[in-house]
């Protein structure tokens, strides 16, 4: 009866999220954080199934499309040492982001282990006023000195290349193999497990809310509409991704990487390589939600990934 009356609930959410329709009517559609698994299908179906606004719908999908919420991660500004390369000194990094974005987390992930000062630059879903001056549409956008870099992984290689320009971001085999394997397999195993319940779907949109740039209205339409919408959009991912079991699914993707691993403290031996970065970019939001702490209570992950904590350190981020 609880998770009957949870789906209720959500559903009026839905229905109450109508009522700003002029309001979101006035601003642009959204796309999402930049990612080959984006279907522009999904926000007619919220509206054809649901009966959700299309313009409640295109601003939750594109907000939330994939995104990983967290409950504990805070914005403060910590005082870093300096890069880790002397030979990559840029004067200012910007990167524009969804702060519940995987792929966003990625960079920042590269970022903070390699101790570049950037300045983050919470980007509204909604208006998405903060990229007018872009081309590109979707998240991350990182500037470095005025050049503009998309699509995570490209953020990361052109970095890499900076920071070492002797070495090539795409010569070793086994790195590439589970880079792609967290853009194509991962992340699709983490919506399904944060939006599993109506409780988790709360629980992710609680933090979104809080945490992303959105107005007074905007934030309840998003919280309760959202959370309503992804729920049962999550359904439609398990069916997508061939998942049956959504905890199942992750505990199987964590210990897969612990396989990976062969004993080694990281993939790349005794240091992180990209690929240790980017699983621990992708998981590192999820931690302290349900689906991360079953993840670890579950699974022999908790390790690497408390070593991981230690080597990335703190943000080198500083929200303006």
């Not at 299309?54 to 403060?76: E, H, I, K, N």
């Not at 519940?100 to 006023?129: G, H, Q």
Request: aromatic content about 10%; overall charge positive.
């Amino acid at each position: 009866m609880r998770r009957v009356g949870g789906i209720a609930t959500l559903r009026r959410a839905v229905s109450s999220g109508v009522a700003t329709q002029q309001h979101l009517a006035q601003v642009a559609p959204l796309s999402t954080c930049s990612s080959s698994s984006n279907s522009p299908n999904f926000s007619r179906r919220l509206v054809d199934q649901f009966g959700i606004s299309p313009y409640v719908s295109r601003g939750v999908v594109g907000t939330v499309f994939f995104s990983v919420a967290a409950s504990s991660l805070a914005q403060d500004v910590h005082a870093k040492e300096p890069p880790r390369s002397g030979k990559f000194l840029p004067k200012e990094v910007v990167l524009y982001q969804y702060e519940a974005c995987p792929f966003c987390n990625k960079v920042k992930a590269f970022l903070d282990y390699n101790n570049i000062p950037y300045k983050v630059v919470e980007v509204n879903p909604i208006s998405k006023k903060e990229i007018k001056w872009s081309e590109y549409k979707k998240v991350p956008i990182l500037t470095v000195d005025g050049e503009q870099l998309v699509d995570s992984s490209e953020i990361i290689d052109n970095l890499f290349q900076k920071i070492h320009p002797d070495s090539s971001a795409s010569s070793d085999d086994e790195e590439n193999k589970w880079r792609g394997w967290v853009d194509n397999h991962l992340v699709h195993v983490l919506s399904p497990n944060i939006y599993r319940s109506t409780s988790e779907a709360l629980e992710s949109f609680d933090y979104i809310t809080t945490h992303g740039n959105f107005s007074f209205t905007e934030r309840l339409v998003a919280k309760y509409a959202g959370a309503a919408a992804m729920y049962f959009v999550s359904k439609k991912l398990k069916k997508r991704h061939n998942i049956t079991d959504e905890r199942a699914a992750l505990y199987e993707a964590a210990e897969t990487w612990v396989d990976a691993l062969k004993g080694r403290q990281y993939l790349g031996g005794t240091k992180p390589n990209l690929a240790d970065l980017a699983v621990f970019g992708v998981l590192r939001p999820i931690r302290h939600l349900k689906s991360g702490k079953d993840m670890v209570e579950h699974t022999q992950i908790g390790e690497w990934f408390s070593r991981m904590e230690n080597a990335v350190g703190e943000s080198a981020g500083i929200q303006v």
